[in-house]
């Protein structure tokens, strides 16, 4: 399977275009998405999400593509995909939400987190992969990625997260002085080894707003009075 991410200045979202070989099969969790198909017209077959899966996307139907065919999903301005490769052995834990695609020969499995972490995040299920094969992760803002230590912390915002090792020991927390903990969303403090991916779109409407609206006066309020964020708009 080829996959090729046409990236797009300015206002204007990106294309990504499939092209897939006989016996090759890529599931699209998004198939409103795809704007342009080559290939036998029985390549494509719709079918209904299981429950899980309905629940977690919020949607019903979901696209199995099988090659030979070529065809381009388009994302609306602000979201990016990430091509993932999966091997062998990997434990990286996803939100179901960010799937975008997925490639035949990969499997998925629930794995349920704590209780305290449910309430919080107000999520109660990440995905684990397994299989070889190309994973979509579909994204506000570009995906990176870090490398745990397990000596050493790394702090990461919780809506930020994309994935995570399965074996990472996490917790919710806040970190800097009184100001900087009553200022910032809940960051996930995190410890072991292996790659955590984040992606970098959530705080840019906030960040623009101000920057195109907030006067100077606002906006020191805002961060010096506790809360000032919910009480000052």
């Avoid at 204007?12 to 969790?29: C, N």
């Avoid at 999903?73 to 999966?86: D, H, I, M, S, T």
């Avoid at 499995?109 to 070889?132: C, E, P, W, Y």
């Amino acid at each position: 399977m080829n996959i090729d991410i046409r990236e797009s200045g300015g206002e204007v979202g990106q294309a990504v275009d499939f092209a897939l070989r006989p016996g090759e099969t890529v599931h699209i969790l998004h198939p409103e998405q795809i704007i342009t198909y080559r290939g036998p017209s029985d390549g494509r077959s719709d079918r209904l999400m299981n429950v899980k899966g309905m629940y977690r996307k919020k949607k019903l139907i979901q696209a199995d593509l099988s090659g030979p065919c070529e065809f381009t999903a388009a994302l609306p301005p602000g979201f990016a995909v990430k091509a993932v490769e999966l091997r062998e052995g990997s434990d990286l834990l996803y939100d179901f939400r960010n799937i975008f695609f997925y490639s035949s020969g990969i499997e998925m499995q629930a794995r349920i987190l704590h209780i305290k972490n449910m309430l919080i995040t107000k999520d109660a299920v990440k995905m684990k992969f397994s299989g070889t094969g190309t994973i979509g992760l579909l994204t506000e803002g570009a995906v990176y990625e870090a490398e745990l230590r397990p000596d050493e912390p790394l702090y990461v915002d919780a809506r930020s997260l994309v994935a995570y090792p399965e074996n990472a020991k996490l917790e919710l927390t806040v970190y800097g002085n009184t100001l900087a903990s009553q200022h910032m969303n809940y960051q996930w403090k995190m410890t072991g080894s292996g790659t955590v991916l984040f992606h970098a779109g959530p705080k840019g409407s906030r960040l623009q707003k101000e920057m195109d609206q907030d006067n100077i006066f606002k906006r020191i309020l805002r961060e010096v009075i506790p809360f000032g964020g919910v009480i000052i708009k």
